[in-house]
């Protein structure tokens, strides 16, 4: 089940927090609730994922991003991600979720969402890549296009090492999926026959 009560509270409240800056940060509250937990009584997988959308569609509420897509009829859009998780969230612990627009070339920008706990010790980390698609011409925005349009006077820092090997891994993974276009995989060949 996704998140909707924990988005339209961040929607809603959004207004109060102040806008979103381009190099700052969305800091979210949240608690591990019985419908985020696994087989463990810790938060699910996946849940994480779900809470990393809450961070990025505040950051794109905040900043205007999202009142600029529907005017232009742009469509951010997910590219992919990759995580890690260092600690459990148990259930009922309280825990901030802080994500940030991290930097970005050409037409790919890099977030990062740190989920942390008491004491400002990282649970996890979710990388994401993605960019802003304009359905009428099929094709993505150059990203200091949608910077410039949104009178953010902010300059991208260059790639870390560790997101230049996500970009790199994300990209070769792509090509993967691009190439195998519904092609059986060997492990299906096998089974066939």
């Known amino acids: 089940m996704y998140v909707w009560a924990r988005l339209a509270r961040t929607l809603l409240s959004g207004s109060r927090r102040g806008a979103y800056r381009m190099g700052g940060e969305s800091r979210l509250r949240f608690r591990c609730l019985p419908s985020d937990i696994d087989s463990n009584l810790h938060l699910n997988n996946a849940r994480y994922m779900m809470l990393a959308d809450v961070g990025r569609i505040d950051i794109f509420n905040r900043s205007g991003m999202i009142k600029l897509a529907r005017a232009q009829g742009w469509a951010p859009m997910l590219g992919g991600l990759q995580s890690v998780f260092v600690r459990e969230i148990k259930l009922w612990t309280r825990f901030e979720l802080v994500s940030t627009l991290e930097t970005w070339a050409g037409t790919q920008v890099i977030g ?12 996890a980390i979710v990388m994401t890549t993605g960019g802003v698609y304009d359905l009428a011409n099929r094709r993505f925005v150059p990203i200091q296009d949608l910077v410039d349009r949104l009178d953010a006077e902010v300059t991208p820092r260059p790639p870390s090492e560790a997101e230049e ?4 891994s994300h ?23």
């Open 112 to 123: 990062r969402h740190r989920f942390v706990l008491d004491g400002n010790v990282t649970a």
């Open 165 to 168: 090997i996500f970009m790199s």
């Open 171 to 193: 990209a070769g993974l792509r090509a993967i999926a691009k190439a195998e276009g519904g092609k059986p995989t060997l492990d299906k060949e096998k089974r066939a026959g």
